[in-house]
């Protein structure tokens, strides 16, 4: 195996380690996922299934790498969104509103966009916590390590074999 092949089997392994996690504590755990922890899961996937499609065609094409850090770094910027309404006040947090499943049953197209891209007061509770962290602090450790894991897989694609 070279070590863009390894690289890229550990980038999925972090992908996949993040999806499981968020999977536990939604059906495990029963914390409701808010707007804002969907989006991040969303991209965690897409930086996963773009992983499953080097490893099925060339994992030494620089391109897949690539696509890997711009999902993680979305989803890192929907993590750092989430940290900064969970910093808020009490009275600057914005209103909760009802939960996704709802809001897509109900609302426009353009409402629920625009809470799963700003979130809603729902997405300032940080709920459970490890060592100080939030749920969305450790999402963003988990894209960070996916954006190292990509980046060294990237430059192990550039050497020459």
Same mark, same amino acid.
């Given at each position: 195996?070279?070590?863009? +092949?390894? $690289?890229? #089997?550990?980038?999925l392994?972090? *992908?996949g380690g993040?999806?499981a996690? %968020?999977?536990l504590? /939604?059906?495990? %755990?029963g ?6 922890? #969907? =989006?991040?899961r ?7 299934l773009?992983?499953?499609? %080097?490893?099925g065609?060339?994992?030494?094409r620089?391109?897949y790498?690539?696509l &890997?850090?711009?999902?993680?770094? #979305? ?15 009490? /009275?600057e947090v ?5 939960d996704?499943?709802? =809001? ?5 197209? *353009?409402? &629920?966009?625009r809470? =799963?891209?700003?979130?809603t007061g729902?997405?300032a +509770?940080?709920? !459970?916590? @490890? $060592? ?5 602090? !450790?999402?963003?450790v988990?894209?960070? %390590? =996916?954006?190292? @894991?990509?980046?060294? !897989? ?6 020459p074999?």
């Amino acid at each position: 195996m070279s070590a863009a +092949e390894r $690289f890229a #089997v550990l980038t999925l392994l972090a *992908a996949g380690g993040l999806a499981a996690g %968020a999977q536990l504590f /939604e059906h495990g %755990a029963g914390l409701d996922p808010c707007p804002l922890c #969907v =989006m991040q899961r969303l991209w965690v996937l897409i930086g996963g299934l773009v992983v499953v499609v %080097a490893l099925g065609d060339t994992v030494s094409r620089g391109i897949y790498p690539l696509l &890997v850090i711009t999902s993680a770094i #979305v989803g890192a910027g929907f993590s750092v969104r989430q940290l900064y309404l969970q910093s808020l006040p009490p /009275e600057e947090v914005p209103a909760c509103g009802p939960d996704l499943a709802y =809001m897509i049953d109900a609302f426009p197209f *353009a409402d &629920v966009l625009r809470a =799963m891209t700003f979130g809603t007061g729902n997405c300032a +509770e940080a709920g !459970w916590t @490890l $060592f100080g962290l939030s749920l969305a602090a !450790w999402a963003l450790v988990g894209f960070a %390590a =996916m954006i190292g @894991l990509a980046g060294l !897989w990237w430059r192990a694609a550039r050497m020459p074999h």
